[in-house]
């Protein structure tokens, strides 16, 4: 199975733009419109210069024409670029939706390896701020570098039918200033995703920061004593130092000489009047256009860097679109009970294997639990028949059916997956039970909710069910968080019922009320339990030891104590360890049933 998509392909501007080619094109059109409007009145305002110098009767009236066009052109131009703004970011919001639609459903396709690597301060780089930034290149950039570069192309032409000498004359600093940019760009690519990599750092190390600030007060600790931190802000400012270090000079350089053609134009222009080959007014008129004419290009400089900037963006995004969505054909899902089948089942991670040729039978409406030590591969095998991973060899049937040949939703309904960390979406607690099913009674959540060992609890909290959560569930113990999660997936009356350590922070009273109502109250629902006591799944009809990702033992709990040395010195250990009190300074075991 590939995990790394490092040369994923980068979207074209035709896949990104999709649907909004026209509108998109139409603003450009209207920009276009307005840059060439934009030059009316400089040409009114020398036609003015020219009447005022000729005088003669009827000057007034003449000049108040003259400002009527150049109100009416300046209207226009307003107007145009308003309507072109308008196109605009219309199919920029457009865009930034389809975009963020289409991330968001393929990272529900991504493998859990691949996507695990990413952290927190990444993905938000890549959904929310990556493609925030298209936003401003086709809202805003794609109509201000058409008029940017639009500009001195009418200038020049008008420039052309005044004298050609002097167009030339306006355009002789663009050479260097073409020379200062390209000192200025060399290397700005590596340049951005260095920078982009310093701001996800930076944000991850922030965001690790802002969790941890209770323990980190608790320590009496501050920002200074968080090394992550402390060298991402280093790491950041060293950096923007070298940019600037690297860019300044040759902007700097860049900017001068766009503005340098004013020192020709103004010479040659005051020659050819003397001569008697230009009138005043279009003297005027020339070191209006001229001495302006280049200064768009400054605009199209900046924009040259933010698009690089932009599509460093889109190529970090890349990776998130390439995930096929699962091949699964059947929308149903199968009814219980279900038996499980893994059949030649190899995985790795990295390279690294962690489950090698695994032969396993679930029976339909039993308990399989897993055991091991840390590393054996109980996790990975249990998101294998969640459907978070996929097999590298061999395959996982349910009911002779191969797990794949199941779409997402069918999936969906026919395994639930718990893990440890119980996530709590924000919103209201009603809201995260309903999840997986939005159309559950009361009645059914209070059942969930009392099988789950949650009952009790809920009832103490100020709201209820509508108690607001915030996102990380901060208003909830671990144990209570587990326990709301545990009856979020009983809800969704998935027929197989995957739990990774999902009762690690209930107390073991807890945990054996939870399992025995369970069983009692959904007989037919087939289990995958990962327990790190093993007291809590003594009953289960099949243990499966792991060690290094082989089986190494299967059997009730009676027959691995029989046949299996190192299950039986795991339970003694736990049993040590968990079963003893303290009386008169000795330590004595007591056994606590």
């Known amino acids: 199975m590939k995990t790394e998509q490092a040369d994923a392909p980068t979207p074209s501007w035709r896949w990104l733009l999709r649907g909004q080619g026209r509108r998109l094109g139409l603003a450009v059109a209207m920009a276009v419109l307005a840059a060439a409007v934009e030059l009316l009145p400089f040409f009114l305002l020398a036609q003015a210069v020219n009447r005022v110098v000729q005088g003669g009767p009827g000057v007034g009236a003449d000049l108040f024409t003259l400002a009527g066009w150049m109100a009416a052109a300046l209207l226009g131009k307003y107007l145009l670029y308003t309507l072109a703004y308008y196109l605009s970011h219309v199919a920029a919001y457009r865009v930034l939706l389809n975009t963020r639609r289409a991330l968001v459903r393929h990272l529900s396709w991504a493998p859990l390896p691949w996507l695990s690597r990413l952290s927190s301060g990444e993905l938000k780089q890549r959904v929310i701020q990556d493609v925030e930034r298209m936003e401003q290149f086709i809202a805003h950039h794609s109509v201000e570098c058409v008029a940017a570069l639009l500009s001195p192309i009418w200038v020049f032409i008008a420039l052309c039918l005044l004298d050609w000498r002097l167009a030339l004359c306006a355009l002789l600093p663009v050479p260097l200033a073409l020379l200062a940019q390209a000192w200025m760009m060399r290397g700005l690519g590596e340049r951005l995703a260095q920078y982009a990599g310093a701001v996800d750092d930076l944000d991850g190390a922030t965001l690790e920061f802002l969790r941890s600030a209770p323990l980190m007060k608790a320590f009496r600790q501050d920002a200074r004593s968080f090394k992550r931190m402390r060298e991402a802000l280093v790491h950041y400012r060293q950096l923007i130092g070298r940019m600037i270090g690297m860019t300044v000079p040759g902007w700097s350089v860049f900017v001068v000489l766009l503005g340098a053609n004013v020192a020709v134009l103004f010479p040659v222009g005051l020659w050819l009047y003397g001569a008697g080959q230009l009138t005043q007014a279009e003297l005027v008129l020339v070191l209006i256009l001229g001495t302006g004419m280049l200064r768009p290009l400054l605009r199209v400089a900046r924009l040259n860097s933010q698009v690089q900037e932009i599509m460093g963006g889109v190529r970090r995004f890349a990776p998130l679109l390439v995930w096929p969505q699962p091949a699964g054909a059947r929308d149903q899902a199968l009814n219980p009970p279900l038996e499980v089948m893994f059949e030649g089942v190899s995985f790795s991670y990295d390279r690294q294997p962690v489950l090698q040729h695994i032969d396993l039978h679930l029976p339909g409406g039993q308990m399989t639990a897993l055991v ?194 190192t299950y039986a010195t795991q339970w003694q250990h736990q049993f040590d360890s968990e079963d003893w009190t303290i009386r008169d300074g000795s330590t004595q075991h007591a056994r606590v049933d």
Not at 539 to 546: C, G, K, R
Request: charged share 20%; glycine share 10%.
């Open 372 to 565: 091991g030590p840390s590393g054996s591969g109980k996790s990975t095998l249990a998101w294998l028949l969640g459907g978070l991973l996929d097999a590298e060899s061999g395959q996982v049937r349910v009911n002779g059916e191969p797990l794949s040949a199941l779409s997402e939703a069918a999936r969906a309904a026919t395994v639930g997956v718990v893990s440890q960390d119980a996530f709590i979406f924000q919103g209201t607690l009603l809201d995260n039970l309903r999840i997986g099913r939005p159309d559950a009674t009361l009645e059914q959540i209070d059942s969930a909710l009392r099988v789950a060992q949650a009952e009790d609890f809920v009832r103490t909290l100020p709201m209820g069910l509508n108690t607001p959560m915030d996102e990380r569930g901060v208003r909830l113990s671990g144990g209570e968080r587990q326990r709301i999660g545990l009856a979020r997936a009983l809800l969704a009356q998935t027929p197989i019922l995957v739990l990774d350590e999902a009762t690690a922070f209930a107390d073991s009273r807890t945990e054996r009320r939870f399992y025995q109502a369970l069983r009692a109250t959904w007989p037919d629902k087939t289990l995958l339990v990962i327990a790190h006591r093993l007291t809590s799944i003594c009953d289960a009809e099949q243990i499966v030891l792991l060690e290094r990702g082989v089986i190494q033992a299967s059997g009730t709990h009676a027959q691995l104590l029989a046949r299996s040395g």
